[in-house]
């Protein structure tokens, strides 16, 4: 299930990701190709990650973060593996599948089979402000 726009802002906020407009957070959830959300026992977030993109060429990975509380306890990789199992069902060798990554879960992401640019390639942001 999707989570709530605030469980969402709270979990980015606890693992310093910053916190979001809560509309347009929950905009941006319901329009993700994919979630997976991890909950404790107290059914309270402590993971997520999405997909988002087009649904045909371009599939992006996003928001990866689990709460500090319940980091090394393998829940980043358990929510890679459920996005790598939806990404060889939901894409093609063309697809462009791609995600920035802040170091050290570069780390993880190799496991995943994603690679850095080549050296004719840079990855690039726009500056909003």
Known sequence: KKPDAQDYI?????????????????IAIENSLFTVCVYDDNESLVGFGRVVGDDGITFVISDIMVD????????????????????????FDDS?????ANSPADKLYHKFKFQYLPENKCGMLRRQV
């Open 10 to 26: 709270e979990l980015r906020i606890k693992t310093g990701m910053g916190a979001k407009d809560q509309k347009r957070a929950k």
């Open 68 to 91: 500090p509380k319940y980091q090394r306890q393998g829940y980043a990789t358990r929510i890679m593996e459920e996005i790598d199992c939806y990404l060889s069902e939901n894409t």
């Open 96 to 100: 462009y599948v791609c995600l920035i």
